[in-house]
């Protein structure tokens, strides 16, 4: 992957580029950056430039032998850790498949992976197992570049036996380079963190993610738009949405509010659980889209959302703001924040659904005939 192929981030690559050309690379970095800012993709970029053996001064060749290897992460200096399922296997059992999910979505969550090995609701680690085989892989000399390249990402699902490989991050072997790529620091062991320089990677702007789905014809105008803010600087979910934004989402969610209004909440439940059966990050969808129309709710009074929302939206939106107060907004954006919360902890969908629409329910005015 070259620094061309990610979106932005310029000024990070200069920095990744320069600390190549330096001769003085930091051999312990910690990459941080949130899900879907393109942290993983700039660790690979930089890796490969490293490595490029006709790099010029703005990015990778792309074409070397060195490239092409890293181009599929094939590369004999290259080793890549991730959590996994398992405690007798390593990150080699996984290396196929995570090479195909990687190279298929750069950006793509932890939710995605364990969904491209079919392990959405599984436990997922780096075991001890793992780290005893980082340990000897990187005992061996660099086969073909100047330096081995451990690139672990999510070192925050390192359990305690993460400590057996301090001293190889303290004093790692000759030529030995980890960069390892978090998205929260504060869940990985301290030990490690003490013995890394940081690089942070910012979430991006929602005007760069807008263009973004606009020049690569993801999304048209204002769905552009409503995906992108949406998105809060996650290019990932900002992908996602707007190809859900296309989808009838909206009828499906006004139905439902339509539903919890009336007090029928088991009565949308079966097309509830139906659009669950898409995977449960398209429910994080769902549920992402109510934080959104009532942020929009709440907002409608006071702020002209045209430019925000769609015609259909934006008179649901005008409905639900005479229908909620300040109160009840406030306890419907914590049940769904706790629906999402409990959906990535694979709670069980149905009670999720039950639960949430029962705070729907208590908290649409029911005094009010009007239909939303
Ligand atoms: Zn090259």
């Known amino acids: 992957m070259k620094f061309a192929d990610i979106l932005g981030h310029s000024s990070i690559k200069k920095t990744l580029i320069n600390s190549a050309n330096s001769g003085r690379i930091p051999h312990a970095q910690m990459v941080i950056g949130s899900e879907g800012s393109s942290a993983l993709p700039l660790a690979m970029a930089y890796a ?11 990015d990778s060749c792309g074409t070397c032998s060195s490239c092409v290897k890293y181009n599929q992460l094939i590369h004999p200096d290259l080793h890549l850790s991730f959590p996994f399922i398992g405690s007798n296997e390593t990150c080699d059992d996984y290396i196929q498949d995570f090479r195909k999910a990687f190279l298929s979505n750069p950006i793509m969550s932890f939710g995605d992976w364990l969904q491209s090995i079919d392990s959405e609701n599984k436990r997922a680690n780096i075991n001890i197992k793992e780290c005893r085989n980082i340990i000897r892989k990187l005992a061996l000399k660099p086969y073909e570049s100047d330096y081995k390249v451990l690139i672990m990402w999510l070192p925050e699902f390192l359990g305690k036996e993460g400590n057996v490989l301090l001293k190889l991050i303290e004093e790692p072997p000759a030529n030995t380079l980890f960069f390892l790529v978090t998205e929260n620091q504060d869940l990985i062991l301290s030990t490690i963190i003490s013995r890394t320089q940081f690089i942070k ?70 097309e509830l659980e139906n659009y669950t059966e898409k995977g449960k990050e398209s ?52 049940g769904f924040n706790k629906a999402i919360f409990e959906i990535d902890r694979n709670g069980s969908v149905k009670l999720i659904l039950i639960n949430l629409s029962l705070t729907l329910k208590n908290n649409l005015k029911s005094k009010t005939v009007q239909k939303v």
């Open 283 to 334: 429910l994080k969808m769902l549920f992402t889209y109510g934080i959104h129309m009532l942020r929009s709710a709440m907002l409608f009074k006071h702020q002209d959302l045209s430019s925000k929302l769609s015609a259909q939206e934006l008179e649901f939106v005008g409905k639900l703001s005479n229908l909620i107060g300040l109160d009840a907004a406030k306890e419907i954006y914590d």
């Open 48 to 58: 490969q430039y490293i490595a490029c053996l006709n790099k010029t001064d703005d």
């Open 201 to 270: 990677i910012p979430a991006y702007p929602i005007e760069e993610i807008e263009q973004f789905l606009l020049n690569n014809q993801l999304a048209g105008g204002d769905l552009a738009r409503n995906a992108a803010l949406m998105s809060e600087g996650n290019l990932n979910k900002a992908i996602k949405l707007a190809n859900e934004l296309e989808n009838p989402q909206f009828e499906l969610f006004r139905a439902w509010m339509l539903d919890c209004y009336l007090g029928q909440i088991y009565k949308i439940m079966d």
